[in-house]
């Protein structure tokens, strides 16, 4: 690639600190990086060395690391500047670097020359940027995973077996006054078949790298003056919310995010859901269905005193939200020993949706009581026991999980109509779903998805 130029950018975190490091990537890098020194730099050779100005005074002293193309982090020649950590010194330098025709990096463009030349695949390009967002060590240790290939050597894999049987359907087309059975077509059905619960599979694992990457998604719901917004107080450990005995205080969403054991959990307090309400109450209510529609968990708030009360009121809004946890409040205006509702109702809830949920936590927002068994079972979901740590979680994005439905929704097609003996239907199916898995690696690329992917990086890096 001899017509890119050279980027550079400071890649340390902005603020003092022990070392600060500039780094250059492109065809001029070494060059820039001998001007600077007023050295030679041998690869893979830490240089003691002084960083000088235009007119030779020392602007620092440090290291200088010269890693060539193309065994670098980019695939170019690379030159990292290892100086003291200091805003302004490093601002010189970098400055120095532009005057010897080094431009200034625009956010994730080292790593996106990584993946122009083949170094990374998309997927692990953004697991670069998923594990210098990382929260915790568990999101960490996953987005590790994604940059060494766990993910994408899965998608590949896939993509790998499809367009075998792609090769098998065109081929059988140019034979088309056969049936397909005459032509291996239960074998390759069978082999669709399997492609497609391997493809289920991966979106699970997907589904869950997205959980590990942005946080559990966690509406709190529940009918007005229940105590959703004492109980994301109390989750929150701070007083967030507004909370009084007004039923209908809560009218917009609030959000706050919260750690359990080191577990990130994004919150959602919502108004409470109530027939009627005025016009703002009325808005409330509708933000609270629509968040509800991006949730991966609903928090049910009733009040335990009368909890079948208040659960016809969120039925249908909770229906779609892929897990349930029901908190049953109040308990401590119940009386010792009293059940938390007449007999018989206060068992798993008896709605429908929500039939295979567990049975109610019985806690109490304003005294904390109970608090710890929801702590728990927030973190339990959070941390997807689905999927134990032992096989190997790998972070995921929204974009790889959309992109494998839709490759799974292709794959299905493809399957009816194999079935139908449409063949060039199959076909058409199959090249899409195989296109779309490599959306997930970049083999397939979207005119404007690298901008918006990379844009989102920090600059350096
Ligand atoms: N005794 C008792 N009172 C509580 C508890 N939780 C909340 N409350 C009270 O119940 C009232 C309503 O609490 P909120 O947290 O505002 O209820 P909400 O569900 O957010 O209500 P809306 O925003 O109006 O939908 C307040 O007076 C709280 O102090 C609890 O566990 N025990
Ligand atoms: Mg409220």
């Given at each position: 690639?001899?017509?890119?130029?050279?980027?550079?950018?400071?890649?340390?975190?902005?603020?003092?600190?022990?070392v600060?490091?500039?780094?250059?990537?492109?065809?001029?890098?070494?060059?820039?990086?001998?001007?600077?020194?007023?050295?030679?730099?041998?690869?893979?050779?830490?240089?003691?060395?002084?960083?000088?100005?235009?007119?030779?005074?020392?602007?620092?002293?440090?290291?200088?690391?010269?890693?060539?193309?193309?065994?670098?982090?980019?695939?170019?020649?690379?030159?990292?500047?290892?100086?003291?950590?200091?805003?302004?010194?490093?601002?010189?330098?970098?400055?120095?670097?532009?005057?010897?025709?080094?431009?200034?990096?625009?956010?994730?463009?080292?790593?996106?020359?990584?993946?122009?030349?083949?170094?990374?695949?998309?997927?692990?390009?953004?697991?670069?940027?998923?594990?210098?967002?990382?929260?915790?060590?568990?999101?960490?240790?996953?987005?590790?995973?994604?940059?060494?290939?766990?993910?994408?050597?899965?998608?590949?894999?896939?993509?790998?077996?499809l367009?075998a049987?792609?090769?098998?359907?065109?081929?059988?087309?140019?034979?088309?006054?056969?049936?397909?059975?005459?032509?291996g077509?239960?074998?390759?059905?069978?082999?669709?078949?399997?492609?497609?619960?391997?493809?289920?599979?991966l979106?699970?694992?997907?589904?869950?790298?997205?959980?590990?990457?942005?946080?559990?998604?966690?509406?709190?719901?529940?009918?007005?003056?229940?105590?959703?917004?004492?109980?994301?107080?109390?989750?929150?450990?701070?007083?967030?919310?507004?909370?009084?005995?007004?039923?209908?205080?809560?009218?917009?969403?609030?959000?706050?995010?919260?750690?359990?054991?080191?577990?990130?959990?994004?919150?959602?307090?919502?108004?409470g859901?109530?027939?009627?309400?005025?016009?703002?109450?009325?808005?409330?209510?509708r933000?609270?269905?629509?968040?509800?529609?991006?949730?991966?968990?609903?928090?049910?708030?009733?009040?335990?005193?009368d909890?079948?009360?208040?659960?016809?009121a969120?039925?249908?809004?909770?229906?779609?939200?892929?897990?349930?946890?029901?908190?049953?409040?109040?308990?401590?205006?119940?009386?010792?020993?009293?059940?938390?509702?007449?007999?018989?109702?206060?068992?798993?809830?008896?709605?429908?949706?929500?039939?295979?949920?567990?049975?109610?936590?019985?806690?109490?927002?304003?005294?904390?009581?109970?608090?710890?068994?929801?702590?728990?079972?927030?973190?339990?979901?959070?941390?997807?026991?689905?999927?134990?740590?032992?096989?190997?979680?790998?972070?995921?994005r929204?974009?790889?999980?959309?992109?494998?439905r839709?490759?799974a929704?292709?794959?299905?097609?493809?399957?009816?109509?194999?079935s139908?003996?449409?063949?060039d239907l199959?076909?058409?199916?199959?090249?899409?779903?195989?296109?779309a898995?490599?959306?997930?690696?970049?083999r397939?690329?979207?005119?404007?998805?690298?901008?918006?992917?990379f844009?989102?990086f920090?600059?350096?890096?």
């Amino acid at each position: 690639m001899t017509d890119r130029d050279t980027i550079a950018a400071i890649a340390t975190a902005a603020g003092a600190g022990g070392v600060g490091i500039v780094r250059l990537s492109g065809p001029r890098a070494r060059a820039i990086g001998e001007a600077v020194t007023a050295r030679a730099l041998r690869p893979r050779h830490a240089h003691h060395a002084r960083f000088l100005d235009a007119a030779g005074e020392a602007i620092d002293d440090g290291i200088a690391l010269y890693f060539a193309a193309p065994a670098s982090y980019t695939g170019e020649d690379v030159v990292e500047l290892q100086g003291h950590g200091g805003t302004a010194v490093l601002q010189v330098l970098l400055a120095r670097c532009r005057e010897l025709g080094a431009r200034l990096a625009r956010p994730g463009e080292f790593s996106e020359r990584a993946f122009l030349e083949g170094r990374l695949d998309l997927a692990q390009a953004e697991a670069v940027a998923d594990l210098v967002a990382a929260g915790d060590a568990r999101a960490a240790r996953a987005a590790r995973r994604a940059l060494d290939g766990e993910f994408s050597q899965r998608v590949e894999a896939i993509a790998a077996e499809l367009l075998a049987i792609r090769v098998h359907v065109e081929a059988a087309i140019d034979f088309a006054d056969e049936p397909l059975d005459t032509l291996g077509g239960a074998a390759l059905r069978a082999r669709l078949a399997a492609t497609g619960d391997a493809l289920d599979a991966l979106l699970a694992r997907a589904e869950h790298g997205r959980r590990l990457r942005d946080g559990l998604h966690a509406v709190i719901v529940g009918p007005p003056n229940a105590g959703k917004s004492s109980l994301l107080n109390a989750l929150a450990g701070s007083d967030r919310a507004i909370v009084t005995d007004i039923a209908g205080t809560t009218r917009d969403l609030l959000h706050e995010v919260v750690r359990i054991d080191g577990v990130e959990l994004s919150l959602v307090d919502t108004a409470g859901l109530r027939d009627g309400g005025d016009a703002i109450e009325r808005e409330g209510m509708r933000r609270a269905h629509a968040e509800l529609q991006r949730a991966d968990l609903a928090i049910i708030v009733l009040d335990a005193r009368d909890p079948a009360g208040g659960r016809t009121a969120v039925a249908d809004a909770i229906a779609g939200v892929p897990q349930r946890v029901w908190v049953h409040n109040k308990a401590d205006l119940l009386a010792a020993g009293e059940p938390a509702s007449p007999a018989g109702n206060d068992g798993a809830p008896d709605a429908t949706p929500g039939a295979s949920d567990e049975p109610p936590l019985r806690l109490s927002a304003l005294s904390g009581v109970g608090l710890d068994a929801l702590h728990a079972r927030l973190k339990a979901l959070a941390a997807g026991d689905d999927i134990g740590e032992g096989t190997g979680a790998f972070t995921a994005r929204s974009r790889h999980v959309d992109t494998l439905r839709q490759a799974a929704v292709e794959l299905a097609a493809a399957r009816a109509q194999l079935s139908h003996e449409s063949l060039d239907l199959a076909a058409e199916a199959l090249r899409a779903a195989h296109d779309a898995l490599g959306e997930i690696t970049g083999r397939v690329r979207a005119d404007d998805l690298l901008g918006h992917i990379f844009s989102s990086f920090c600059v350096g890096k």
